[in-house]
Structures are given as structure tokens and as C-alpha cells.
Nanobody
């Protein structure tokens, strides 16, 4: 049974930093693309960043230069380092695992971790 468990959320002041972690189990982590999404109250869930199984990252425009996604295949964990946080970054952040193959239906979500940016 695939499982994703996020941690590291919390309350931070504008301009501050947080590092989110997503620990994976139950599947071969190194062969999966890993993504971070977020959902603010009353808004659609949106992609924040993705890192492929081949370790290629890409980012949504609104976080480029502020957020960094990395993965540690030895620890089956993906991270999201968030710097220069803004109040509009407040959301529940979700981890997602997907297969690089378009023929695969493999897709799992974590339960989410709350990030609140406020003074």
C-alpha cells in the first residue's frame, strides 16, 4: 500500500522560511515523479513544483526563485524548501507521487500539511 506522509508545516512570518518533507513508503520511490501541490481556502488545488524520477525540477511561476524541490532516494523523501514566504503562500500543501509513464494509473496523494504565513 503506497503511502505519503507530509510534515514541516506551521506558522511563519512573512519573509520567513519553512522546509516541508514528504516520506514515501509502499512503492519504488526512485522510479516515480514527485510533486508538491497546494490548496488555499476557496481555491482550486494547484501545482507548486515537480521533480521527475530523473531528478529534473520545475516550478510554478509564482514560486520560481523562492522555493526549491529536492529528493533523497536513499531516504524515500521529497522536500520543498520555501524561502521569502508571503501571506498568499498560505495553504494546505500536498505531496503527490505519479508514474512517469502516461500508460500508468499510479497516483497517490498525501494527507497535507498546513502552512500559514502571517504576522
Amino acid at each position: 500500500q503506497a503511502q505519503l506522509v507530509e510534515s514541516g508545516g506551521g506558522l511563519v512570518q512573512p519573509g520567513g522560511s519553512l522546509r516541508l518533507s514528504c516520506a514515501a513508503s509502499g512503492f519504488t520511490f526512485s522510479t516515480k515523479d514527485m510533486s508538491w501541490y497546494r490548496q488555499a481556502p476557496g481555491k482550486e488545488r494547484e501545482l507548486v513544483a515537480k521533480i521527475t524520477a530523473g531528478n529534473m525540477p520545475n516550478y510554478a511561476d509564482y514560486v520560481t526563485g523562492r522555493f526549491t524541490i529536492t529528493r533523497d532516494n536513499a531516504k524515500n523523501t521529497v522536500y520543498l524548501q520555501m524561502n521569502s514566504l508571503k501571506p498568499e503562500d498560505t495553504a494546505v500543501y500536498y505531496c503527490r507521487a505519479t508514474s512517469p509513464s502516461v500508460l500508468s494509473r499510479f497516483a497517490y496523494w498525501g494527507q497535507g500539511t498546513q502552512v500559514t504565513v502571517s504576522s
